[in-house]
């Protein structure tokens, strides 16, 4: 919502929360990355201890699908809080427009 004494979407709000999740997604990318690297270095430093280092990978693979799968949802959500934010500027300038032909008359 706007200020109180407004009505509609607030369009610098929106676009900086869409703005901010996008760099969020971008996070989870680094995240996912350094988790690989961790879990391999352990497994490797586990290879004398097969269940340790199977499990490490097994875990590693889940963790970094879950991660993917919501870098993927935050990524989407960003972009469709961006795109939002565009849809109620335009329609606050048509209907602002509109609206001024209507009392111009």
Avoid: K, W
């Avoid at 960003?78 to 001024?100: P, Q």
């Amino acid at each position: 919502m706007g200020a109180e004494d407004e009505v509609g979407v607030d369009t610098v709000a929106a676009d900086r929360s869409g703005t901010e999740t996008a760099t969020l997604a971008e996070r989870y990318a680094g995240i996912s990355t350094s988790f690989q690297t961790e879990l391999s270095q352990l497994s490797e430093a586990s290879c004398n201890e097969m269940p340790v280092a199977n499990s490490a990978l097994d875990y590693c693979a889940d963790v970094v699908g879950q991660l993917t799968a919501l870098q993927a949802h935050t990524s989407t959500l960003g972009t469709s809080a961006v795109a939002g934010a565009a849809a109620a500027r335009r329609a606050d300038g048509e209907i602002g427009t509109g609206l001024g032909s209507v009392y111009a008359a």
